[in-house]
């Protein structure tokens, strides 16, 4: 199993510009998650998913959308982005819905925003 | 709401030292608490977690965390660190029974000197 994959790794952006940061799993989770950590700040959940077509806002979803067609994968789209979403990302994904089960977390994607 | 606070963001200690990290958080119902572990530029991984029973929770290479109802705390320690525990750890928790996300701390980044 691969795991939890991301792309790009790295992705400079200049302001206004939109892009989608891709998030994958290969481990049949029903829960997938982003968040972005900042320094001091710890992890904030950006938006998750419960199951394909499920979607839900987390502590800091303004500025961000997603959406959820298979089980697989869980875009993040930046629709015209700000400095203040200079940040790493982390996709997450976990069996099941129960806040008990284990996180597996991707390798983030750093993103600058200019 | 439940939160979660690490005191200390920065903790220098020589290697084969003792080492605590400080994890105290903040809800009145009960909680499943988490220790994840970030080594450089990776993603998070779980270390340990407790959800209930023994209040001394272990990880596989021998950090181990303590759960204390009274002081609402849950420390992470290890008698004795090598170069390769350098990471950032973060605590997490979740209130038990529910779909309620997990909160993060800020943070604290373990730098093991030699």
């Known amino acids: 199993n691969a795991g939890v994959t991301q792309t790009p790794k790295f992705q400079v952006l200049k302001t206004g510009q939109s892009m989608t940061l891709q998030c994958a799993q290969d481990?049949?989770?029903?829960?997938m998650s982003w968040y972005r950590q900042d320094p001091g700040m710890g992890l904030r959940l950006i938006h998750y998913?419960?199951?394909?077509?499920?979607?839900d806002q987390g502590e800091v979803p303004n500025g961000y959308n997603v959406s959820r067609s298979t089980t697989e994968d869980f875009p993040l789209r930046l629709l015209s982005a700000a400095p203040s979403q200079t940040s790493v990302y982390f996709c997450?994904?976990?069996?099941?819905?129960?806040?008990?089960?284990?996180?597996?977390f991707g390798p983030g994607t750093r993103l600058t925003v200019l | 709401a439940q939160s979660v606070t690490q005191l200390d963001s920065q903790v220098p200690v020589f290697e084969e030292a003792p080492v605590e990290l400080r994890c105290n958080y903040s809800?009145?119902?009960?909680?499943?608490l988490f220790w994840y572990v970030q080594y450089p530029n990776q993603g998070l991984q779980l270390l340990l977690k407790?959800?209930?029973?023994?209040?001394l929770v272990e990880s596989i290479n021998g950090f181990e965390a303590e759960f204390n109802k009274s002081q609402t705390s849950f420390h992470l320690r290890k008698p004795s660190v090598h170069i390769s525990d350098t990471a950032e750890y973060f605590c997490?928790?979740?209130?038990?029974?529910?779909?309620?996300?997990?909160?993060f701390g800020s943070g604290t980044q373990l730098t093991v000197l030699p």
């Open positions: 809800s009145s119902v009960s909680v499943y």
């Open positions: 997490a928790v979740t209130v038990s029974g529910s779909a309620r996300q997990l909160t």
């Open positions: 997450a994904s976990r069996p099941g819905q129960g806040t008990y089960n284990e996180q597996f």
């Open positions: 998913s419960v199951g394909a077509g499920i979607t």
């Open positions: 481990m049949n989770h029903e829960y």
């Open positions: 407790y959800l209930s029973g023994s209040t």
